[in-house]
């Protein structure tokens, strides 16, 4: 059975930092793109980043870049997204999702976690 389980969501004030943490099992880890997307209540689903395989190449959302960064340890299966500086406007619900191919599209994505809350207040 494959999963995806996020955690280290929480509520944050305005210029804090969190790490979000996302344990997959049930399928090969090591092989797949990750990726992190978020959506805030009335928005549809965003990219956010993702990471390859190897952990070599990754790619950001633009209003994330320099902020957040993308890491992996394929022998914890475990994937990261460590946020910095956040804003009120990061505020939302961030999945962690598996896929073959490096996308910043949601539908290339096969296997999605349940999502974690983050709270950024100003």
């Known amino acids: 059975q494959v999963q995806l389980v996020e955690s280290g969501g929480g509520l944050v004030q305005a210029g804090g930092s969190l790490r979000l943490s996302c344990a997959g099992s049930?399928?090969?880890?090591?092989?797949?793109?990750m990726g992190w997307f978020r959506q805030a209540p009335g928005m549809e689903r965003q990219f956010v980043a993702r990471?390859?395989?190897?952990?070599?190449?990754?790619l950001y959302e633009d209003s994330v870049k320099g902020r957040f960064t993308i890491f992996r340890d394929n022998a914890k299966n475990t994937v990261y997204l460590q946020m910095n500086s956040l804003k009120s406007e990061d505020t939302a619900v961030y999945y962690c999702?598996?896929?073959?191919?490096?996308?910043?599209?949601?539908?290339?994505?096969?296997?999605w976690g349940q999502g974690t809350q983050v709270t950024v207040s100003s």
């Open positions: 999702a598996a896929g073959a191919y490096a996308s910043r599209s949601s539908k290339e994505y096969v296997h």
């Open positions: 049930g399928f090969t880890f090591s092989r797949n793109v």
């Open positions: 990471i390859s395989w190897s952990g070599t190449n990754t």
